[in-house]
């Protein structure tokens, strides 16, 4: 059975920093992507980053270049997301999400992948 557990959210001043962590169980160890969307309300979701799992290939989107960073942690089953330079409109709920494959990161958009965890909610305050 596929769980994933994110985590790691919080109340932080603009400018600072995060880490999101996903912990993620029930894959075949190199054939899969992992990765994260946010939804900010009043606002449709968007994808964020991904990570493939097997040749650890990574997209992000445009307002987080080079700001946001994804890693894994694959003996541990563990995705993590750095945020630094945080900004208000960074505010959103998180989601992990994760899909079976090696060709989803970069790929179909991460809200469309099949599996997704709880939400940790992120605030950026000016």
């Known amino acids: 059975e596929v769980q994933l557990q994110a985590s790691g959210g919080g109340l932080v001043q603009a400018g600072g920093s995060l880490r999101l962590s996903c912990a993620a169980s029930?894959?075949?160890?190199?054939?899969?992507?992992i990765g994260w969307f946010r939804q900010a309300p009043g606002k449709e979701r968007e994808g964020v980053s991904c990570?493939?799992?097997?040749?650890?290939?990574?997209f992000y989107e445009d307002s987080v270049k080079g700001r946001f960073t994804i890693s894994s942690d694959n003996a541990k089953n563990m995705v993590y997301l750095q945020m630094n330079s945080l900004k208000p409109e960074d505010t959103a709920v998180y989601y992990c999400?994760?899909?079976?494959?090696?060709?989803?990161?970069?790929?179909?958009?991460?809200?469309?992948?099949?599996?997704r965890g709880q939400g940790t909610l992120v605030t950026v305050s000016s």
């Open positions: 999400a994760g899909a079976v494959g090696d060709s989803w990161c970069p790929g179909p958009p991460i809200t469309s992948y099949n599996y």
């Open positions: 029930g894959f075949t160890f190199g054939d899969y992507a």
């Open positions: 990570i493939s799992s097997g040749d650890g290939r990574t």
